[in-house]
Nanobody
Framework: QVQLVESGGGLVQAGGSLRLSCAAS????????MGWYRQAPGKQRDLVAA???????NYADSVKGRFTISRDNAKNTVTLQMNSLKSEDTAVYYC?????????????????WGQGTQVTVSS
């Protein structure tokens, strides 16, 4: 069983910073991509940033230059540093792990999600 646990959300004023962290646990052999998605009320869940096992990153245009994603492959953790936050960044942020290979089912990589953490940016 793979679990993703997020931490670091909260309330911050516009222009401020927050740091989100996510740790994946379980019988994990490898994870292809780790990333962060967000969902605002009444909207779909969208990609914020993702990082591959080799360090290749991908960002939504709206966060480029403000957010930085990083990961520790040995610890199966991913971090999102969010700077210069804007009110439109307000959403529930979800950690995701894609292409997760476990030693209990190595032939079928899976996708797993965290429970979500609220980020609220006040203007």
């Amino acid at each position: 069983q793979v679990q993703l646990v997020e931490s670091g959300g909260g309330l911050v004023q516009a222009g401020g910073s927050l740091r989100l962290s996510c740790a994946a646990s379980g019988s994990i052999l490898s994870i292809v991509v780790m990333g962060w998605y967000r969902q605002a009320p009444g909207k779909q869940r969208d990609l914020v940033a993702a990082i591959g096992s080799t360090g290749t990153t991908n960002y939504a245009d709206s966060v480029k230059g403000r957010f930085t994603i990083s990961r520790d492959n040995a610890k199966n953790t991913v971090t999102l540093q969010m700077n210069s936050l804007k009110s439109e960044d307000t959403a529930v942020y979800y950690c995701a792990a894609l292409g997760v290979v476990t030693n209990t089912n190595p032939a079928n990589p899976g996708t797993y999600w965290g429970q979500g953490t609220q980020v609220t940016v006040s203007s």
